[in-house]
């Protein structure tokens, strides 16, 4: 009777209904009989005993950057290993839909630490679309993984109406008739179900490659006039508006939250921007934004969420590579060089060390990243004596201010000084707030990109680790019928998308979660290998919590292996269109 059977397991259904022991039958990827009896396993081909754990939908995670990686390796294997069976991409403005590769390369590679030498040739080989139609028709035909859904991005619509060139000019504005043609452009895209437009308008986020070199991201330069006429687009089609706001200076937040209201009698605008987290630069921040835009939706009738994360928000670096050093001027300036060597010679530049220090010191003014050398923890370098201490603790043995020591460190090792540092998320207290915070969603795990940085890839699971470990010490943060809803469910509904729930004559996007697995094992730090990037190390958390995945009721992952046709035969993932609102 039933291609799968799950007994046994604590069932949540993905719509915040508290859960219940069920066993699932599943037949021809959909979930045909929830029963409170054990069903008859005769003649089952895969049968799961789930005796112990938690079943629920396949997690949906709303943030990534899987662009380039989903072209060639479309399993996405680092996702799918921790329960995420559905996958949004086009975030940030860098959608790879409507312009040429090479254009598509240097709007994603230097902003998303994916290096170029791999994407480029990638693009060339393989993207043969041009427009949003040919795209989704790509996306139908590809053997993907998890379910992708996406979005189209400002700075690739930008790119392919003005041109690179014309898209980064300051003095540049668009014609009427390139207006108009964006308009379409975007009109077209959500025909094809691309769930809406994402823009960034934070000029840190820069352009790689030659042509181009340094400048910020197309979307940055776009005046506020043409975010309204697109989002006129997006309001009437009832769509979404996923953006980043300017974070070193943050005022044009503003902007954003007001264009979201429904007021005078216009439709609320979907709008979802990055991040609310508790960043150290800004204590005061979190716990003033989420009670802010509450009041913000409720008197003005607006749909605004914040992305936020349930963990420490510890990143990594090998030397400079990493996008906080774009935030001041001295290090955008080394940043700009793409040669290591020439980077070195730069960091021997007496001028060049002072403009360093005196950026370091900076204690006032807009930032993210709190350059605080005292806590950039050295974790491996060729100089094992230096592993295991701050950067700060080794100035001050030497004498030394701690911008001089990190330029000597980079001088002599470049990129094979790795280090950590904790921006934002430090305070668990204040963490438990945001992820129970009404105007925000779970997400902006950032997978796919910042391979080297940081890995998020297992978020949801952490978030069932925190409010099952906060219910155990008797201060819970919310049920966890909530928590797994957070995670499944409340996305689906919010980006209206089919994800996130498990229901009769559904599709069975299935993951079984052993909760004694939920452990500290999820936090620590791995790597491997990218497929199809040559090798090319990730930075990872594993876990064992997951015992099972299954998406569209095909066994993708049996906590160990994964199925060998995951990403190389059609019928597990699929393309998700966005339900239309005329």
């Given amino acids: 009777m039933f291609d799968v059977v ?9 719509l915040g209904n508290p859960g219940a022991l069920r066993h699932l039958g599943i037949r021809d990827g959909k979930l045909v009989t929830l029963s409170s009896e054990p069903l008859d396993t005769q003649g089952c081909p895969q049968v799961i005993d789930a005796q112990g754990c938690w079943v629920m939908p396949g997690f949906i995670d709303m943030h990534t950057h899987y662009d380039a990686e989903l072209v ?10 921790h329960g995420v069976t559905t996958v949004m991409i086009g975030s940030c403005s860098i959608s790879m839909v409507l312009s040429a590769p090479e254009d598509c390369s240097d709007l994603f590679t230097r902003v998303e630490s994916v290096p170029r030498e791999h994407v480029l040739p990638l693009l060339r080989e393989h993207k043969q679309w041009s427009s949003a139609r040919e795209y989704a028709d790509f996306l139908d035909r590809h053997p993907l993984g998890p379910n992708v859904a996406s979005f189209l991005g400002h700075s690739d619509l930008r790119v392919a109406v003005m041109g690179l060139s014309r898209a980064v000019d300051a003095n540049i504005r668009p014609s009427a008739s390139e207006l108009q043609r964006m308009q379409q452009l975007l ?8 769930l809406g437009l994402s823009s960034m308008t934070n000029p840190w986020d820069k352009l790689d490659g030659e042509r181009e070199r340094s400048k910020s991201l197309p979307s940055v330069y776009a005046p506020w006039r043409e975010y309204a006429a697109l989002n006129r687009v997006l309001r009437r089609r009832g769509r979404i508006h ?5 974070l070193v200076t943050k005022y044009n937040v503003l902007a954003f939250l007001w264009a979201s209201l429904g007021l005078f009698l216009r439709k609320p605008l979907k709008t979802t921007l990055i991040t609310l987290m508790d960043v150290k630069t800004d204590p005061w921040l979190a716990r003033l934004l989420g009670p802010l835009t509450r009041w913000f939706n409720r008197l003005g009738q607006g749909d605004f969420r914040w992305q936020t994360l349930p963990v420490p928000f510890e990143t990594y670096a090998d030397g400079m590579e990493f996008v906080v050093f774009e935030e001041f001027p001295a290090g955008e300036a080394a940043l700009h060089l793409a040669s290591h060597d020439l980077r070195s010679e730069l960091f021997k530049d007496s001028d060049y060390r002072r403009r360093f220090r005196e950026d370091v010191d900076k204690r006032f003014g807009p930032r993210v990243w709190h350059r605080d050398f005292d806590d950039a923890w050295i974790v491996a370098c060729p100089d094992a004596s230096v592993v295991g201490h701050s950067v700060g603790e080794l100035a001050r043995a030497r004498s030394k201010h701690p911008g001089d020591l990190f330029l000597d460190l980079l001088v002599e090792h470049g990129p094979h000084l790795r ?34 940085n940081m890995a998020f890839y297992n978020f949801a699971l952490r978030l069932l680790k925190l409010v099952r470990d906060a219910e155990q010490r008797g201060q819970p943060v919310m049920p966890l019928e909530q928590a797994v809803w957070r995670v499944t469910g409340e996305l689906g509904q919010w980006f209206g998308v089919d994800a996130g729930t ?12 052993d909760p004694t697995r939920l452990d500290d094992s999820l936090s620590q730090y791995h790597e491997a290998p990218m497929e199809a990037f040559g ?38 993932g699929q393309f998700l269109r966005a339900s239309v609102t005329a």
């Fill in 72 to 81: 060639a390796a479309p399993a996405l294997k680092e996702s799918v290993r």
């Fill in 419 to 452: 280090w950590r540092t904790v921006i934002a998320n430090h305070r668990p207290e204040v963490v438990e707030k945001l992820v129970a915070e009404p105007s925000t969603l779970i997400g902006f795990a950032d997978s796919g990109a910042h391979i080297r």
């Fill in 502 to 513: 498990l229901q009769l004559d559904r599709r069975a996007d299935v993951v079984v979660v």
């Fill in 6 to 14: 799950i007994n046994n397991g604590l069932f949540f259904d993905g």
């Fill in 242 to 246: 996923q953006g980043a706001p300017n």
């Fill in 187 to 194: 009109d077209e895209a959500l025909d094809e179900g691309l």
């Fill in 535 to 572: 090798g090319l190390q990730r930075m990872v958390n594993r876990g064992d919590a997951v015992r099972a995945v299954l998406i569209n009721g095909q066994l993708a992952f049996d906590g160990e292996q994964f199925n060998e046709q995951l990403g190389q035969q059609r019928g597990f």
